[in-house]
C-alpha cells in the first residue's frame, strides 16, 4: 500500500498551490479520502475529505471558500487545491485513507507560505 503525496513547495501569501496524492496497493476507489495538515507543534488537523465515490466533500471552517478536493478514481489519485493561501497554511501535508477501521497515511508534503 502506498499514498505519494506531491505539489508541495514554497508560495507567497495569497498564492496557490495543487497537491496531488497517488494511491497504489488498495481498491482507492472504494475509500474515503481525506487531506490533514500538520505543523510545527501542533497537532494532527483534518482539512478537508471526500467520499469514495466523489461527493459530499467537507472543509475545516478556516478552509471554505479557499481549498477543493477532489479525486479522480480512474487515475487512483486525490487533489487538493489551494487558493489564498496565508502564512498559517505552512505544514505538512498528509493524505488519508479510510475505510471502516482501515486506514492508510501517506509520509506528507511540506507546504510553506512565505513571501
Known amino acids: 500500500v502506498q499514498l505519494v503525496e506531491s505539489g508541495g513547495g514554497l508560495v507567497q501569501p495569497g498564492g496557490s498551490l495543487r497537491l496531488s496524492c497517488a494511491a497504489s496497493?488498495?481498491?482507492?476507489?472504494?475509500?474515503?479520502m481525506s487531506w490533514y495538515r500538520q505543523a510545527p507543534g501542533k497537532g494532527r488537523e483534518l482539512v478537508a475529505a471526500?467520499?469514495?465515490?466523489?461527493?459530499?466533500?467537507n472543509y475545516a471552517d478556516s478552509m471554505k471558500g479557499r481549498f477543493t478536493i477532489s479525486r479522480d478514481n480512474a487515475k487512483n489519485t486525490v487533489y487538493l487545491q489551494m487558493n489564498s493561501l496565508k502564512p498559517e497554511d505552512a505544514a505538512v501535508y498528509l493524505c488519508?485513507?479510510?475505510?471502516?477501521?482501515?486506514?492508510?497515511w501517506g509520509q506528507g508534503t511540506q507546504v510553506t507560505v512565505s513571501s
Open positions: 488519508n485513507a479510510r475505510r471502516g477501521f482501515q486506514v492508510y
Open positions: 496497493g488498495f481498491s482507492f476507489s472504494s475509500y474515503a
Open positions: 471526500i467520499s469514495s465515490a466523489g461527493g459530499s466533500p
